[in-house]
């Protein structure tokens, strides 16, 4: 359905993409996540057909967009900047594609009404837009995206300008949406959580580049690199040097003078190499006996549950941050006072070492 094949985009200088390669099959929905900067917007422009690459293809139904011109495509877009026209109805506003496309005019009202139906705001097309609330503005710029079927929905961090609750809320419903009409999507957004809930792959992007191509869990839980695995999710990172291989698929890693287990990366890495371990805070648990010394340094109160930094002196005073969900009372927490922590081998991923940073 969409084909992007090495795609480099640069301005003045600077690289806003660089050799960017990944297709995509139709009805999927991928999002492309990364931090503000990392070449997202870039790719989903040239995409959109709106840039055009300094190098590379990009395809969709097997055309190259350069040979189509923007009227001729099949491609719905949203984009954080709603871009509905305040001084029409939300139905005019949803039918202002189809006039474009001249579509029927007989059969353009129940169209629409179809289309503002499926985003739940059926009976309020008469509305002017500053009559709705966000979402439902928001839902307006959606049916106004679909309500020409296009072949492909592109999506530019629609959902970033809306409060949390309304956020998650529409998380949701992009997702059953695309389900229920099975249309092809690129999402765009910095939030790792919406990658999560509503794709069936991540791209991750940094600095331009692609880091990682996958689905969400294997994005989350198998993460390909040390940037990966600190974007999504709370991590903690150990600086140390790899000792060796184990045949058991195992390496072990000196850390402030102790050997740790951690899960060996496929890449060749010879013994005395600096390494990053990581290992996520939820796969880290308090124990009674075993594991290793930890002082308690902070407790973050968030509600559900309690993240509590600590520091350990046989690590190298390494830090390190986990989930506490008993609902002991706050007093309980002691700075100061000594605990065991511990995790499993497996949940300890190895990565040559980012000079960037340390123990952290
Ligand atoms: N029109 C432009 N002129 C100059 N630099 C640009 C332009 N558009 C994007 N860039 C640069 O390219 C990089 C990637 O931008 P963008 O694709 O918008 O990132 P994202 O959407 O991930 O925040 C950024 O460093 C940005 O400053
Ligand atoms: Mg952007």
Redesign the pocket.
């Known amino acids: 359905m969409v084909r992007v094949a090495g795609v480099t985009k640069r301005?003045?200088g600077?690289?806003?993409?660089q050799d960017v390669s990944f297709q995509l099959e139709r009805g999927r929905f991928l999002t492309v996540l990364?931090?503000?900067?990392?070449?997202?917007?870039?790719?989903l422009r040239a995409i959109a057909g709106f840039l055009v690459p300094d190098e590379g293809r990009i395809e969709v139904h097997g055309v190259p967009v350069e040979n189509l011109p923007p009227y001729r495509r099949k491609v719905g877009m949203v984009f954080q900047k709603l871009a509905l026209f305040p001084h029409l109805s939300a139905a005019e506003n949803v039918a202002y594609p189809l006039r474009m496309r001249h579509f029927p005019k007989d059969q353009i009202p129940e169209r629409v009404e179809r289309y503002l139906e499926l985003v739940k705001l059926g009976g309020l097309g008469q509305r002017r837009i500053h009559q709705l609330s966000g979402g439902q503005q928001q839902r307006v710029a959606i049916a106004r995206a679909l309500v020409f079927e296009p072949d492909l929905l592109l999506l530019?961090e629609p959902l970033a300008a809306l409060d949390r609750k309304l956020r998650e809320e529409m998380q949701l419903e992009f997702r059953r949406i695309q389900q229920e009409l099975g249309v092809t999507t690129i999402n765009?957004t910095?939030d790792q959580r919406e990658a999560l809930v509503m794709s069936d792959r991540v791209i991750v992007?940094e600095g331009?580049r692609v880091r990682q191509d996958a689905p969400p869990d294997v994005t989350y839980g198998r993460p390909a690199d040390r940037f990966v695995a600190s974007f999504l999710g709370l991590t903690n990172f150990l600086r140390g040097e790899l000792v060796g291989r184990g045949p058991d698929g195992h390496a072990s890693v000196r850390v402030g003078g102790q050997d740790l287990q951690a899960r060996a990366p496929a890449i060749d890495l010879v013994p005395g190499a600096p390494v990053d371990l990581a290992v996520r805070a939820e796969r880290v648990r308090v124990c009674q006996e075993g594991g290793h010394v930890a002082i308690l340094e902070e407790a973050i109160f968030e509600g559900d549950r309690r993240v509590l930094g600590v520091r350990l002196p046989e690590l190298g005073d390494a830090r390190m941050q986990l989930f506490d969900f008993s609902q002991l009372d706050r007093g309980s927490f002691m700075a100061g006072r000594s605990i065991r922590i511990t995790w499993s081998p497996e949940d300890m991923l190895l990565f040559p070492a980012d000079q960037r940073g340390g123990n952290a």
Request: neutral net charge; glycine residues 20%; charged residues 10%.
């Open positions: 301005y003045a600077a690289v806003a993409c990364g931090p503000s900067g990392s070449g997202k917007t870039t790719i530019d765009v910095h992007m331009g």
